[in-house]
């Protein structure tokens, strides 16, 4: 069995987090690539899954790295490689299937609640004790998804996690932990200043939800490594 997943960073200081030790400790190596740095694979065939990060950039910003990941997620896709996409990640997923990005009416920072559909309940979120599930999120864009998707997840305004084929696109972030979102707060503290969201708000009761994101997290990677066993052993 395929034993690399590939990682793409579209920022350097938004990475995998705590699903790097999860990738790990299930047996597979990582291969981490920065697209705005480095050329991304052409052959894709060596790879188990593919797991493409957030950043603050827009998918109709024009930006050519960001369409070189379209082409990519287009062509896992055609070779059935499964395909996790967080935040910006989701966001280019969901440009390549046909769907529409664009600048949701409000951002959505900080710790709040989503609620798992049906379908999401047998699918990415099997084992979460409750259909309401809190998250991190830091996102000021969105999307119309083809009907041909599987919502999995949403708010009250927006979806929040969708299935097509062999990918999976969450708007929130399951990898942060403590020094990511001290990391991002200090960077995008422009950001938080024009939503005036403090700091304090990001932190309020942080070990317990990080606790909790973390459990969520391991769920989560769980039911997509399950998917990626699955297909590779029928494959």
């Not at 969901?94 to 529409?100: E, K, L, P, S, W």
């Not at 929130?172 to 422009?190: P, S, T, V």
């Not at 024009?194 to 606790?211: C, P, V, Y």
């Amino acid at each position: 069995m395929k034993n690399k997943i590939l990682s793409i960073q579209n920022i350097g200081i938004e990475d995998l987090g705590n699903l790097k030790g999860l990738i790990r400790s299930d047996g597979y190596q990582f291969e981490n690539i920065e697209a705005q740095k480095k050329a991304l694979p052409v052959d894709l065939d060596k790879y188990a899954a593919i797991i493409i990060l957030g950043g603050p950039m827009a998918v109709y910003d024009g930006l050519e790295y960001l369409e070189r990941e379209q082409e990519l997620i287009k062509q896992a896709l055609k070779m059935e490689i499964p395909v996790l996409g967080i935040c910006l990640g989701s966001q280019l997923i969901a440009q390549a299937i046909g769907g529409n990005v664009y600048k949701s009416q409000k951002k959505e920072i900080g710790w709040s609640k989503v609620m798992l559909t049906q379908a999401g309940c047998r699918d990415l979120f099997m084992g979460a004790e409750t259909k309401n599930i809190n998250v991190f999120q830091w996102h000021g864009d969105t999307y119309d998804l083809p009907s041909s998707a599987d919502i999995l997840a949403y708010s009250h305004s927006y979806p929040q996690a969708f299935r097509y084929g062999s990918a999976i696109g969450i708007q929130f972030h399951i990898e942060i932990n403590d020094k990511m979102i001290l990391r991002w707060a200090d960077e995008y503290k422009q950001e938080l200043k024009q939503e005036g969201i403090s700091l304090a708000e990001l932190l309020d009761n942080r070990d317990f939800e990080l606790k909790s994101l973390l459990e969520t997290c391991k769920f989560m990677y769980l039911n997509f490594s399950k998917r990626i066993k699955n297909i590779w052993t029928y494959h």
